[in-house]
């Protein structure tokens, strides 16, 4: 039996050294926690296992929050984007996300050097093999080397890690992902604490040689001729920009895959977990729509200077040979060769519904839990949780009230509300469909809405917070401004109006009014009042935004008013659950298991309906009479 010696005492650890690893590793220590991150790989630390992009439709809007609340993903995002892309700015602003191209090699190097640079963070390479509880609570890990550290908080972020295992149409082995170790021995230990496991899978892409493309038959897609970037307070984007490409599958490539499809783990038996509805793999998709004669496939680099390309929409577990057949079929792809081979992985996971509202274990205190291993799919979703329970330590160690910042606030909370109310029994992805109140929840207004929150939780800096403070500032002074500078409808103003494809008002109107007219943006608006051209464009964009949805606007913050007296409504953690009249036996089950902190999550619970609400309210306004009456006595 290995003996292990305790090595070290730190307030968290942190257990895995991916996207929700790292966010939260950065965010613990800066917020002044002595902060553990352990990693089977330190040259592994924010590696992209899939895509080499971030951001993409609500994924984006996280980034953005990320930033916005001193996260770290945007700036990293931002030092290695090789193509920004604002994705639908045709349709309305609270749809519009920024996604972004990195180059692979670059963005690991970003988050490895700031990580090392990072006052209160120790980051060693070592694989966890046990947890150990005292008296119920998380209180120190073992190590594959024979270590044991000590925490007042420990988080798993061990993303596809544990017990991975990786398939290549029949063939198969352990792994977290190729070419790394998968964590069997963490798995064990988590279930002699009593947290339950389950299955998921997802694939890869291959990618391939860029040498062998023919990028003349290829479809370029280029990227936004002013990259923005993801962060609010960073220096930008620098980077030469690259364009990707685009092809596509066609009856000849499905036709190899349907002749293949016996040989793929999806459909052999060989992975029965649940894979991610929404990036299936390529046989899935052809099984599913024999109807589509050809899927769009993305020829993306992966670096300034990386030979290879990724190729988006192509995940897939079937054998290499079978995989390198179905890519030669394709325009532009007939004489390329894979080097990475694409491959499916299966690995445990944990129901997100054993966690609390912050993302630590009812059953385990001290133990928290954030990223893939919640049942996630994403970076960007891995990396808003990481970021989500660091607050929450931090608030714990602090004596400060958990970060809840409500789902009309932050896309971020919908996501974790989402698991830990809801669950999920697939992967969850991030979309803005998921937001009730995603007109509040523009990636424009990120920073509005969360820099004052981070602020307040001490991971917001004075530099941060400053550039926060011109920009509000710089909102506010323009929102002012529209609202009670007028023009009066004289003849002068007649060819101006007409100039612009609108009639001349009946009467004097402000700034604000005329902006609200179809043909005028902020730009236009300067044939009134030159000056708003001295603002810098993210602030006409924020406040055009806001002036032209008004009406909306309002709507939304009415509905989000009434959702918060729910969520202001406390649930006591012992809530007697059997007692309140009214309640099925299945909703005294599911609230007696998910312990919602409010009457708004418990509402959220799926099977707990508005009359079930409804008679928990009652039943607290009992409680508190019978409390006033004992008072008194």
Same mark, same amino acid.
């Given at each position: 039996m290995v003996s292990h010696s305790t090595t070290g005492v730190f307030d968290c650890i942190?257990?895995?050294?991916?996207?929700?690893?790292?966010?939260?590793?950065?965010?613990?220590? /800066?917020m002044g926690l002595a902060t553990l991150l352990l990693t089977s790989s330190t040259d592994h630390l924010g590696q992209m296992s899939c895509n080499p992009a971030?951001?993409?439709?609500?994924?984006?809007?996280?980034?953005?929050?990320?930033?916005?609340?001193?996260?770290?993903?945007? #700036?990293?995002?931002?030092?290695?984007?090789?193509?920004?892309?604002?994705?639908?700015?045709?349709?309305?602003?609270?749809?519009?996300?920024?996604?972004?191209?990195?180059? $692979?090699?670059?963005?690991? /190097?970003?988050?490895?050097?700031?990580?090392?640079?990072?006052?209160?963070?120790?980051?060693?390479?070592?694989?966890?093999?046990?947890?150990? #509880?005292?008296?119920?609570?998380?209180?120190?890990?073992?190590?594959y080397l024979g270590r044991r550290f000590e925490a007042?908080?420990?988080?798993?972020?061990?993303?596809?890690?544990?017990?991975?295992?990786?398939?290549?149409?029949? $063939?198969?082995?352990?792994?977290?992902?190729?070419?790394?170790?998968? *964590? %069997?021995?963490?798995?064990? *230990?988590?279930?002699?604490?009593?947290?339950?496991?389950?299955?998921?899978? @997802?694939?890869?892409?291959?990618?391939?040689?860029?040498?062998?493309?023919?990028?003349?038959?290829?479809?370029?897609?280029?990227?936004?001729?002013?990259?923005?970037?993801? *962060?609010?307070?960073?220096?930008?984007?620098?980077?030469?920009?690259? =364009?990707?490409?685009? @092809?596509? @599958? &066609?009856?000849?490539?499905?036709?190899?895959?349907? %002749?293949?499809?016996?040989?793929? =783990?999806?459909?052999?038996?060989?992975?029965?977990?649940?894979?991610p509805r929404y990036c299936p793999a390529i046989e899935d998709k052809i099984a599913r729509f024999p109807e589509k004669t050809r899927h769009q496939i993305f020829v993306e680099p992966e670096g300034l200077h990386d030979p290879l390309f990724y190729l988006n929409n192509l995940p897939t577990g079937?054998?290499?040979?079978?995989?390198?057949?179905?890519? &030669? @079929?394709?325009?532009?792809?007939?004489?390329?060769?894979?080097?990475?081979?694409?491959?499916?992985?299966?690995?445990?996971?944990?129901?997100?519904?054993?966690?609390?509202?912050?993302?630590?274990?009812?059953?385990?205190?001290?133990?928290?839990?954030?990223?893939?291993? &919640?049942?996630?799919?994403?970076?960007?979703?891995?990396?808003?949780?990481?970021?989500?329970?660091?607050?929450?330590?931090?608030? /714990?160690?602090?004596?400060?009230?958990?970060?809840?910042?409500? $789902?009309?606030?932050?896309?971020?909370?919908?996501?974790?509300?989402?698991?830990?109310?809801?669950?999920?029994?697939?992967?969850? $992805?991030?979309?803005?469909?998921r937001a009730e109140h995603r007109l509040l929840l523009r990636e424009g207004n990120a920073d509005l809405r969360l820099t004052p929150l981070g602020r307040e939780y001490g991971l917001v800096s004075d530099a941060q917070w400053a550039v926060f403070s011109r920009r509000a500032a710089a909102v506010a002074a323009l929102t002012d401004a529209l609202n009670t500078i007028t023009i009066r409808p004289d003849a002068a103003m007649q060819p101006v109006f007409a100039s612009l494809g609108e009639a001349l008002p009946s009467n004097t109107r402000t700034l604000a009014d005329i902006l609200r007219r179809p043909n005028v943006s902020s730009e236009t608006l300067a044939v009134f009042w030159p000056d708003i051209m001295t603002y810098p464009e993210d602030v006409r964009q924020e406040v055009e935004t806001a002036v032209a949805y008004q009406g909306y606007l309002d709507r939304q913050h009415d509905l989000a008013a009434r959702s918060a007296s729910l969520e202001k409504t406390l649930l006591p953690e012992?809530? =007697?659950?059997?007692?309140?009249?009214?309640?099925?036996?299945?909703?005294?089950?599911?609230?007696?298991?998910?312990?919602?902190m409010t009457l708004g999550q418990a509402g959220r619970v799926p099977g707990v309906t508005p009359a079930a609400v409804a008679c928990l309210d009652i039943h607290l306004r009992k409680m508190s009479r019978q409390k006033d009456r004992a008072g008194k006595e």
């Amino acid at each position: 039996m290995v003996s292990h010696s305790t090595t070290g005492v730190f307030d968290c650890i942190i257990i895995g050294g991916g996207h929700a690893g790292s966010e939260a590793a950065a965010a613990t220590a /800066r917020m002044g926690l002595a902060t553990l991150l352990l990693t089977s790989s330190t040259d592994h630390l924010g590696q992209m296992s899939c895509n080499p992009a971030i951001g993409g439709l609500a994924k984006g809007h996280m980034v953005r929050e990320i930033d916005a609340l001193g996260g770290r993903m945007g #700036l990293w995002a931002d030092s290695a984007t090789i193509q920004f892309k604002m994705l639908n700015t045709s349709k309305g602003p609270a749809v519009r996300a920024p996604r972004a191209q990195m180059d $692979r090699e670059l963005y690991a /190097r970003a988050v490895k050097n700031d990580l090392y640079a990072t006052p209160n963070l120790t980051v060693i390479q070592d694989m966890v093999t046990g947890l150990e #509880l005292s008296g119920g609570r998380a209180h120190a890990v073992t190590t594959y080397l024979g270590r044991r550290f000590e925490a007042g908080a420990i988080m798993v972020t061990a993303g596809t890690f544990l017990r991975g295992k990786l398939f290549f149409g029949e $063939r198969s082995h352990s792994g977290g992902r190729l070419g790394d170790a998968a *964590s %069997d021995a963490l798995s064990p *230990s988590l279930e002699a604490a009593g947290i339950f496991l389950r299955r998921f899978m @997802t694939c890869t892409p291959p990618r391939v040689l860029g040498a062998g493309i023919d990028f003349d038959a290829l479809v370029p897609q280029p990227g936004d001729e002013a990259p923005r970037g993801f *962060s609010f307070h960073g220096p930008g984007v620098s980077l030469p920009q690259q =364009p990707c490409y685009m @092809t596509w @599958t &066609n009856e000849k490539s499905h036709a190899v895959i349907r %002749d293949n499809l016996h040989r793929s =783990p999806m459909y052999n038996g060989a992975i029965p977990g649940p894979g991610p509805r929404y990036c299936p793999a390529i046989e899935d998709k052809i099984a599913r729509f024999p109807e589509k004669t050809r899927h769009q496939i993305f020829v993306e680099p992966e670096g300034l200077h990386d030979p290879l390309f990724y190729l988006n929409n192509l995940p897939t577990g079937l054998p290499v040979e079978v995989q390198q057949t179905f890519i &030669n @079929t394709m325009p532009g792809l007939e004489r390329c060769r894979i080097v990475r081979p694409g491959y499916a992985i299966e690995y445990d996971c944990i129901d997100a519904q054993c966690l609390k509202p912050t993302l630590e274990c009812a059953a385990v205190p001290g133990l928290w839990f954030a990223g893939q291993v &919640n049942g996630t799919s994403g970076y960007e979703e891995a990396a808003a949780q990481g970021i989500f329970a660091a607050i929450n330590i931090a608030a /714990r160690f602090r004596g400060k009230a958990p970060f809840l910042p409500g $789902r009309d606030v932050s896309y971020i909370h919908v996501l974790t509300d989402d698991l830990t109310t809801k669950g999920t029994n697939e992967p969850y $992805r991030m979309f803005t469909s998921r937001a009730e109140h995603r007109l509040l929840l523009r990636e424009g207004n990120a920073d509005l809405r969360l820099t004052p929150l981070g602020r307040e939780y001490g991971l917001v800096s004075d530099a941060q917070w400053a550039v926060f403070s011109r920009r509000a500032a710089a909102v506010a002074a323009l929102t002012d401004a529209l609202n009670t500078i007028t023009i009066r409808p004289d003849a002068a103003m007649q060819p101006v109006f007409a100039s612009l494809g609108e009639a001349l008002p009946s009467n004097t109107r402000t700034l604000a009014d005329i902006l609200r007219r179809p043909n005028v943006s902020s730009e236009t608006l300067a044939v009134f009042w030159p000056d708003i051209m001295t603002y810098p464009e993210d602030v006409r964009q924020e406040v055009e935004t806001a002036v032209a949805y008004q009406g909306y606007l309002d709507r939304q913050h009415d509905l989000a008013a009434r959702s918060a007296s729910l969520e202001k409504t406390l649930l006591p953690e012992d809530m =007697p659950y059997k007692d309140v009249a009214g309640l099925t036996l299945e909703v005294v089950e599911k609230l007696t298991a998910l312990k919602p902190m409010t009457l708004g999550q418990a509402g959220r619970v799926p099977g707990v309906t508005p009359a079930a609400v409804a008679c928990l309210d009652i039943h607290l306004r009992k409680m508190s009479r019978q409390k006033d009456r004992a008072g008194k006595e």
